[in-house]
């Protein structure tokens, strides 16, 4: 495995109930989209077994602002989980427009797999472990 782990990539548009009173997206939406990559980036490679056994709820969000989406934008939404210990996986978000790259936002999160029978945190196997996590590469989105 790479010092890193595989990043995911997924182009949303700007939708009109995006949009506040200061016509440009507002901040909720950007925590949507936090949100609906990590989901997408699960489901898109963990296995069928492991998304029954596994659901994940984020015990911390931290969302960095840095230019605004406004109407008519596509976004570009790229992840990648970095440090994981026990019980929880952190994991970065890049949120850009995607005709010109432009940063607009950085998120950190903190994941915790749950067992769904039980509701209680559950500890991963192995190969979830490789196939998500960093070995301890924890370099923030604007580190490159």
């Not at 997206?25 to 980036?41: C, D, I, M, P, S």
């Not at 069928?48 to 709820?57: L, R, S």
């Not at 903190?110 to 370099?139: H, L, Y």
Request: hydrophobic share 40%; with cysteine.
């Amino acid at each position: 495995m790479s010092s890193r782990s595989p990043r995911f990539e997924l182009v949303v548009p700007v939708l009109a109930s995006d949009i506040d009173e200061l016509g440009h997206v507002n901040n909720t939406v950007y925590l949507r989209w936090v949100q609906e990559v990590a989901t997408a980036h699960w489901r898109a490679l963990a296995s069928p077994a492991a998304q029954e056994a596994i659901v994940w709820v984020v015990v911390r969000h931290e969302i960095d602002y840095k230019a605004p989406a406004l109407p008519g934008d596509d976004v570009l939404l790229r992840t990648w989980v970095g440090h994981a210990t026990r019980l929880t996986f952190e994991r970065f978000t890049e949120i850009l427009r995607a005709r010109d790259q432009l940063h607009l936002s950085n998120a950190r999160t903190i994941w915790c797999p749950i067992n769904p029978e039980t509701n209680r945190p559950t500890r991963v196997g192995a190969d979830v472990r490789a196939q998500f996590s960093s070995n301890g590469d924890a370099r923030r989105p604007e580190d490159g």
